[in-house]
Structures are given as structure tokens and as C-alpha cells.
């Protein structure tokens, strides 16, 4: 069975640091690409860190310098570590593996785990 599990949101005040984790399971990965999406109520969902398929990172605007995209292999883990979070950072954040990464070609999301920031 095909899982992308989502762990590590909640609650925190502004400046304050959470590590979300995404265990991938069920499926052969075929290259490094795996990316962190979120979405805040009333906007469109958009990429917060990601791994290309060379295992390079990107970053959104939004969250340069602050967020660090990292992954464990050997547990099929991809971590987001999110620090001197912001209030604009509430959002649920969604793990993804986009279709070129899988030798079935399908494109697989995570049940997203909700990050809320107190200002």
C-alpha cells in the first residue's frame, strides 16, 4: 500500500521552530524529487522546499533562510525544519513525490499535517 505519512505539526508561538517528517512507503523511488506544500485557508497551495531530481533544493520566497529541506534515506524520510516561524506560516503542509519520481509514474500526496503560528 502506497503511503506518504505526514507527523510533527501543531502549535507555536511566533519565532518559535517545528520539524515536520514525511515517510514514504509502498512505492521504488526513481530519482531524489520529493517537495513540502502548503496550504492556508483561502489560498492556493504552493511549494515551500523540494528536492530536485539531481538532489538539489529549492525554496519559496516566502521561506528562505528560515526552512531546511532534509531527507534520510535509509528511512525513506524527507524532513521540513521550519525556524523563527511567522503567523503567515499557518497552513496545512503537504508532503509530495511528484510522478517523474516514481517507476510508476504516478504522483502520490501525503494527508498533510496542520502548522499553526500564534502571533
Known amino acids: 500500500q502506497v503511503q506518504l505519512v505526514e507527523s510533527g505539526g501543531g502549535l507555536v508561538q511566533a519565532g518559535g521552530s517545528l520539524r515536520l517528517s514525511c515517510t514514504a512507503s509502498?512505492?521504488?523511488?526513481?530519482?531524489?524529487?520529493m517537495s513540502w506544500y502548503r496550504q492556508a485557508p483561502g489560498k492556493q497551495r504552493e511549494m515551500v522546499a523540494a528536492?530536485?531530481?539531481?538532489?538539489?533544493?529549492n525554496y519559496g520566497d516566502s521561506v528562505k533562510g528560515r526552512f531546511t529541506i532534509s531527507r534520510d534515506n535509509a528511512k525513506n524520510t524527507v524532513y521540513l525544519t521550519m525556524n523563527v516561524l511567522k503567523p503567515e506560516d499557518t497552513a496545512v503542509y503537504y508532503c509530495?513525490?511528484?510522478?517523474?519520481?516514481?517507476?510508476?509514474?504516478?504522483?502520490?500526496w501525503g494527508q498533510g499535517t496542520q502548522v499553526t503560528v500564534s502571533s
Open positions: 509530495n513525490v511528484p510522478g517523474s519520481a516514481t517507476w510508476s509514474g504516478l504522483e502520490y
Open positions: 528536492f530536485t531530481s539531481g538532489g538539489s533544493t
Open positions: 509502498g512505492f521504488r523511488f526513481r530519482s531524489n524529487a
